[in-house]
């Protein structure tokens, strides 16, 4: 059983920047794909990106291209956030995801969830 945990979260001002970090643990030598899913309040949970287990290929949702880095250390089992030219849209509770597949994308039923990291945006 993999266990993700984030950090990283917290208050920032609209046009700043934040990263979130994700570790895992207990992945016992499977290969992994990590991704980024969040939930605004009132709405459903939605993808935001995802990196391959290689790290060679990397997927984004049109609102974070451009604006969202993905990347991941295999050494230390981490994946992190790069976010940056933040609106007070992109408030919501952000979530570390992996998965036993190659890839993590909008359509993935993720195997394994982090608690979540609240990121708010002000105006």
């Known amino acids: 059983q993999v266990q993700l945990t984030e950090s990283g979260g917290g208050l920032v001002q609209a046009g700043g920047s934040l990263s979130l970090s994700c570790a895992a643990s207990?992945?016992?030598?499977?290969?992994?794909?990590f991704g980024w899913f969040r939930r605004a309040p009132g709405k459903e949970r939605e993808f935001v990106a995802g990196?391959?287990?290689?790290?060679?290929?990397?997927w984004y949702a049109d609102f974070a291209k451009g604006r969202f880095t993905i990347s991941r250390n295999n050494a230390r089992d981490t994946s992190t956030l790069q976010m940056s030219g933040l609106t007070p849209e992109d408030t919501a509770v952000y979530y570390c995801a992996a998965d036993r597949d190659y890839g993590i994308g909008p359509s993935t039923e993720v195997d394994f969830w982090g608690q979540g990291t609240q990121v708010t945006v002000s105006s």
């Open positions: 207990g992945r016992a030598g499977i290969n992994i794909a």
């Open positions: 990196i391959s287990w290689t790290s060679t290929r990397t």
